[in-house]
């Protein structure tokens, strides 16, 4: 359900590290599944060929996949998709033969992936979302995988895939089998958690306090709107910046501002009675909804927002109109890039969520897989996609990065990042919690000669910019003793985080009925926050949102939700 974590293709660490922008743990509410070392026990599970982990086949094995590209995917000369410095790995260290059958853009992947799937003619092991991993379970398809991961799969890939506490297996869990490998990224989990980012040079002119509670934040708004900030004499600033799709979790969405009333965006959420409930709807939403009307009719909201993209968000930072916004882990990058380089006295700092009440704000967190790995019925060695992966991250992570330079990470001079060319890639939900935790362990001894990567670099970038290099400044923001991951932080020591509870498939109602019903929220949510609408036809909009399908959805919804508590 959350916009967060639809990916497809090879996004790694090597990449994301560009922006200093990584990964993070996953915090963990009552309702989120318990963690376990492995994934659901099957007594119908095929038994896996006799192979340990990180083991050399003998006779080498061949198996064939399929792989989506795009204009990313760069490569040295003599270099392709079929042939780099992963294929090597793979058959000289380990004795597998990886056969790409086709390689199409990653727009164009799941149609071309249809096709196949028709014919009933996919490679050994192939990426699937949800919905294409559920029609190849209907059809019998799928390698059942459970013993193949209990028996493959090395300690260090186990650890990797539970730093989420299940949740990825749980969604790759159909009738009691595990038929997907969960494929997470370094950008997701609790570092898709929403926070605060607050003009702090602003704080400082109007002489006010940081927040600390939600009202806080309604003053804040309110000065930052009224008061000038920016001296120009203009009444141009924005007191809390949003846009038309202030749902979609980027900068400038109401996610957060909703979960400090305890209300949840396109979410399945348990309600009183245990039952899942679509959270958009619910009642939690009308006083957050009320008090954005309020803020709306003084001034403090921008006026234009119902028809403001994102990329106009970016432009009001950039030009100085924005102090305040509810964002990600992130936005350190992005706000130097649009807003400190062009004027070095923008200050920023990011706060956790803040609550209307005594009771915490829970943040709501994106999914931590959307994809999987899955392996055809009858394929020869259904453990090769688990050693794969096996393999994936040993080098990439078990071996501390090593050799050095790293060959698998992005080259700065030419762009080129060896790191996506692998068929399969699971990264670490918690690589850039860890690092940030080191670093700042590291600061305080004064010695950050043993860190291992990516914490040399973030260290190094952090020691640039406490010696006044301030190009480093995006490091301080994203890595420093306050910076958005010190929120994280503080997220994932609280074991806090509110997941999606339907991990499943689109139902049928859910895939004919969802898109044109979250159309109609945003709708009217829009229209009560702009006063065309009074709160009331949130109530109305509720009612007739479980008439257009809302109810069928449900009822399949906790129908799955039954089966696989």
């Not at 004795?95 to 086709?102: D, E, L, P, Q």
Request: charged residues 25%; neutral net charge; hydrophobic residues 35%.
């Amino acid at each position: 359900m959350n916009k967060g974590s639809k990916k497809v293709g090879a996004a790694s660490v090597g990449a994301l590290l560009a922006l200093s922008l990584l990964a993070s743990a996953c915090g963990k509410s009552e309702d989120q599944p318990a963690a376990s070392s492995s994934a659901p026990s099957s007594p119908s599970s095929s038994p896996a060929a006799s192979v340990k982990p990180l083991s050399k086949y003998s006779p080498p094995i061949e198996v064939s996949t399929v792989r989506a590209v795009d204009a990313t995917f760069k490569y040295a000369e003599g270099d392709s998709i079929d042939s780099n410095i992963w294929t090597k790995i793979f058959e000289n260290d380990y004795g597998i033969k990886v056969k790409n059958v086709w390689s199409v853009d990653a727009s164009q992947y799941h149609q071309k992936l249809n096709v196949s799937v028709a014919s009933g003619d996919i490679p050994d092991f192939l990426e699937v979302n949800k919905e294409e991993m559920k029609r190849l379970a209907d059809a019998d398809m799928l390698e059942d995988l459970t013993k193949v991961w209990d028996q493959t799969a090395s300690p260090y890939l186990k650890n990797v895939l539970n730093q989420d506490g299940s949740v990825g297996f749980k969604a790759a869990t159909i009738g009691g089998k595990l038929l997907g490998i969960p494929r997470t990224y370094s950008n997701g989990g609790i570092s898709t958690a929403p926070m605060l980012y607050v003009r702090t040079d602003w704080l400082q002119k109007l002489n006010l306090p940081e927040p600390k509670t939600m009202d806080d934040v309604f003053k804040i708004a309110t000065a930052f709107a009224k008061q000038d900030p920016d001296g120009n004499g203009k009444a141009d600033t924005i007191g809390l910046a949003l846009n038309k799709d202030f749902m979609d979790g980027g900068h400038g969405s109401l996610n957060g501002f909703f979960n400090g009333y305890h209300a949840y965006v396109d979410q399945f959420i348990k309600d009183a009675g245990g039952k899942l409930v679509y959270s958009s709807v619910q009642k939690e939403m009308k006083e957050p909804l009320k008090k954005l009307q309020e803020l709306y009719k003084d001034g403090v909201l921008d006026k234009e927002f119902g028809v403001k993209p994102q990329a106009k968000i970016q432009e009001d930072v950039a030009a100085g109109r924005v102090g305040l916004a509810f964002g990600t882990v992130a936005d350190g990058g992005y706000i130097q890039k649009e807003n400190h380089t062009k004027d070095p006295k923008a200050q920023w700092k990011a706060y956790p969520l803040l609550s209307i009440d005594a009771k915490a704000a829970n943040p709501q967190l994106a999914d931590t897989a959307s994809t999987f790995y899955v392996v055809k019925k009858g394929s020869k060695h259904p453990e090769a996609v688990v050693q794969l992966a096996n393999i994936y991250v040993n080098r990439f992570y078990e071996t501390s990065y090593a050799p050095n330079p790293n060959p698998f990470i992005t080259d700065s001079k030419t762009g080129i990042f060896p790191g996506k060319y692998a068929p399969v890639v699971i990264d670490p939900l918690n690589t850039n919690l860890e690092a940030f935790r080191k670093v700042q362990e590291a600061f305080k001894k004064g010695d950050g000669s043993k860190l291992d990567f990516p914490a040399s670099i973030h260290f190094d970038r952090m020691t640039k910019f406490k010696a006044g290099d301030d190009t480093m400044w995006f490091a301080n923001m994203v890595m420093g003793a306050d910076g958005t991951y010190s929120v994280i932080d503080k997220y994932d020591q609280a074991k806090t985080g509110q997941y999606n509870l339907f991990l499943g498939s689109a139902t049928p109602a859910m895939s004919e009925k969802l898109p044109t019903l979250k159309k109609k929220v945003y709708e009217t949510y829009t229209k009560i926050i702009m006063g065309d609408a009074s709160i009331d036809e949130f109530d109305k909009f509720a009612d007739e949102f479980k008439k257009l399908g809302g109810d069928a959805i449900e009822k399949e919804v906790n129908d799955w939700y039954s089966k696989n508590k």
